[in-house]
């Protein structure tokens, strides 16, 4: 069974940075097709994609934040760590991580995700 | 703002079948393949469709997807009131970096 859980900072101060963890089990990171994804969703808005880092090592980003976002890895502790620079309060929003699988190069999905955490960007 | 526009909402009784579009374009719907999750409020978004067409485990069959150029379509037959959530398309663009977008999400009222 996959589990993955999401944890962090509940409240960050505009300008910080916020880093947040993934916590899985049930698979393995290393993994041909496997890899974790970053996506929020503001308070009464759309889901937003953030990241994704890949078996391989390959990530990507949102344009829009691209700048702001890392994805990192570490396979012996089964966790992805997202850190995002120079928080504002538009970036509130509850946090999901989700086990992604890559078939054939070019059919991907989301599944399943953590539960989620919910981060207020805030003074 | 999404590159895929879904309607804001979509409403039946019970026992009907309610269809939900997303339209996207030709970096996106029109090369990639799309899924469809479901999100109740307060819990974790669940996989309804991969593949354009494909159900998961678990899945009811009364949930179907389908693609045609640079639109696609979830539809609910059978309306439950367990169906009630916020619907959400996704998919990969790559134009001109790869990334993945989700609709701008559909509200179900049964």
């Known amino acids: 069974q996959i589990t993955l859980k999401e944890s962090g900072p509940t409240l960050v101060k505009p300008t910080q940075t916020l880093t947040l963890t993934c916590s899985f089990s049930g698979f393995s990171l290393n993994a041909s097709g496997v890899g974790v994804a970053w996506i929020r969703q503001p308070p009464g808005k759309a889901l937003e994609w953030l990241a994704l880092l890949y078996w391989n090592g390959d990530k990507e980003y949102s344009p829009s934040l691209k700048s702001r976002l890392t994805i990192t890895k570490d396979t012996s502790k089964n966790q992805v760590v997202l850190t995002m620079t120079n928080t504002d309060p538009v970036d509130t929003a509850t946090y999901y991580c989700?086990?992604?699988?890559?078939?054939?190069?070019?059919?991907?999905?989301?599944?399943?995700w953590g539960q989620g955490t919910l981060v207020t960007v805030s003074s | 703002q999404s590159v895929l526009t879904q309607p804001p909402s979509a409403s039946g009784t019970p026992g009907q079948r309610v269809t939900i579009s997303c339209s996207g374009s030709?970096?996106?719907?029109?090369?990639?393949?799309v899924n469809w999750y479901q999100h109740l409020p307060g819990t974790a978004p669940k996989l309804l469709i991969y593949g354009n067409d494909q159900r998961p485990p678990g899945v009811p069959d009364r949930f179907s997807g389908s693609k045609s150029g640079t639109a696609a379509s979830l539809a609910i037959s059978g309306l439950q009131s367990e169906d009630e959530a916020e619907y959400y398309c996704?998919?990969?663009?790559?134009?001109?970096?790869?990334?993945?977008?989700f609709g701008t999400g559909t509200k179900v009222t049964v």
């Open positions: 030709s970096s996106n719907i029109g090369r990639n393949t």
């Open positions: 996704a998919t990969w663009d790559d134009s001109p970096n790869v990334f993945h977008v």
């Open positions: 989700a086990h992604s699988i890559t078939v054939f190069g070019v059919i991907s999905w989301f599944d399943p």
